[in-house]
């Protein structure tokens, strides 16, 4: 055996290990649903109508013969164009912040007030100003994502390396140059986490957004469940929009561990 076979043996079992222990996690959340809706729930109640069994079922019909392949189609591209939005707002915000410490003063206040104010509550400033449809949400999306982008662009280019910086300089490197080939590739990886904590972000309040003046998208088929008393519809969408927040968040990982790999094998500027 070599040691690059004997270095990779430990960590496949640990990666076993870890996805073993998930699965298991993963059972036991479904013993709960399971205890809660079907042994525990007195007959004729109501939470026996989002049990496992019905939910699956229902989940299947609606994947394979119902329009609700296009409502979550929507609300993707929903998410897409909020976190585009926050992307080409915070990135070069939270370059200059991170910048320039008269601004970081400057905007600092302001940011921490607005970013505590929940998306949620500019719902009905967002309809009365841009109206009914897509509009509004892609406003409330953005405002949601764009402040983890801010936030961590800003802590990447103060935790620069300056010695990239100081190579750049004695290279006679533009300014465009330094922040095209320094200062971006340095900073990615705080901005990759900013995308991730984004998302995250962007899927809690993608539902609610879609359940005001539009007429697509998962929130909207919520409420066309509820509509309809289609419990075990309704839980089935529950489930959808918890399974693809799961595999959103899982492509952001996925991302920062192969920017992470890259980072490992590119030169340090002490080579």
Same mark, same amino acid.
């Given at each position: 055996?070599? @040691? $690059?076979?004997?270095?990779?043996?430990?960590?496949? !079992?640990?990666?076993?290990?870890?996805?073993?222990?998930?699965? $298991?996690?993963? *059972?036991?959340?479904? @013993?709960?649903?399971?205890?809660?809706?079907?042994?525990?729930?007195?007959?004729?109640?109501? $939470?026996?109508?989002?049990?496992?069994?019905?939910?699956?079922?229902?989940?299947?019909?609606?994947?394979?013969?119902?329009?609700?392949?296009?409502?979550? #189609?929507?609300?993707?591209?929903?998410? *897409? /164009?909020?976190?585009? %939005?926050?992307? &080409?707002?915070?990135?070069? =915000?939270?370059?200059?912040?991170?910048?320039?410490?008269?601004?970081? @003063?400057?905007?600092?206040?302001?940011? !921490?007030?607005?970013?505590?104010?929940? +998306?949620?509550?500019?719902?009905?400033?967002?309809?009365?100003?841009?109206?009914?449809?897509?509009?509004?949400?892609?406003?409330?999306?953005?405002?949601?994502? /764009?402040?983890?982008?801010?936030?961590?662009?800003?802590?990447?280019?103060?935790?620069?390396?300056?010695? #990239?910086? !100081?190579?750049? !300089?004695?290279?006679?490197?533009?300014?465009?140059?330094?922040?095209?080939?320094?200062?971006?590739?340095?900073?990615?990886?705080?901005?990759?986490?900013?995308?991730?904590?984004?998302?995250?972000? %962007?899927?809690?309040?993608?539902?609610?957004?879609?359940?005001?003046?539009?007429?697509?998208?998962?929130?909207?088929?919520?409420?066309?469940?509820?509509?309809?008393? *289609?419990?075990?519809?309704?839980?089935?969408?529950?489930? =959808?929009?918890?399974?693809?927040?799961?595999? %959103?968040? @899982? *492509? &952001?990982?996925? %991302?920062?561990?192969?920017?992470?790999?890259?980072?490992?094998?590119? +030169?340090?500027?002490?080579?």
């Amino acid at each position: 055996m070599t @040691a $690059a076979s004997g270095a990779t043996l430990p960590r496949r !079992q640990g990666l076993a290990a870890r996805c073993g222990l998930g699965l $298991a996690g993963l *059972a036991a959340l479904l @013993a709960l649903w399971w205890l809660g809706t079907d042994v525990l729930a007195p007959a004729g109640g109501m $939470a026996r109508r989002f049990a496992p069994g019905p939910t699956f079922v229902s989940l299947g019909e609606l994947l394979t013969g119902s329009d609700l392949p296009m409502h979550v #189609w929507v609300s993707l591209r929903r998410i *897409a /164009v909020g976190l585009g %939005l926050a992307l &080409a707002i915070g990135v070069p =915000l939270g370059l200059a912040i991170g910048s320039y410490r008269r601004l970081e @003063a400057a905007v600092s206040p302001a940011m !921490q007030f607005l970013r505590m104010i929940s +998306p949620l509550s500019w719902m009905p400033i967002a309809v009365m100003v841009f109206g009914v449809g897509d509009d509004p949400v892609y406003f409330l999306l953005t405002f949601a994502a /764009v402040w983890p982008i801010v936030l961590n662009t800003a802590a990447g280019v103060q935790q620069l390396d300056a010695r #990239w910086l !100081q190579l750049a !300089q004695s290279v006679a490197a533009t300014r465009w140059e330094t922040l095209w080939h320094v200062i971006l590739p340095g900073v990615l990886g705080h901005i990759l986490t900013g995308v991730r904590l984004a998302i995250g972000i %962007l899927w809690i309040v993608l539902v609610p957004c879609e359940m005001l003046g539009v007429s697509a998208g998962m929130g909207y088929f919520i409420l066309d469940t509820r509509d309809r008393l *289609a419990y075990s519809e309704l839980m089935a969408m529950v489930l =959808l929009i918890g399974v693809l927040g799961f595999l %959103l968040d @899982a *492509a &952001a990982r996925g %991302l920062y561990r192969y920017w992470r790999c890259l980072l490992y094998t590119s +030169p340090s500027p002490r080579d």
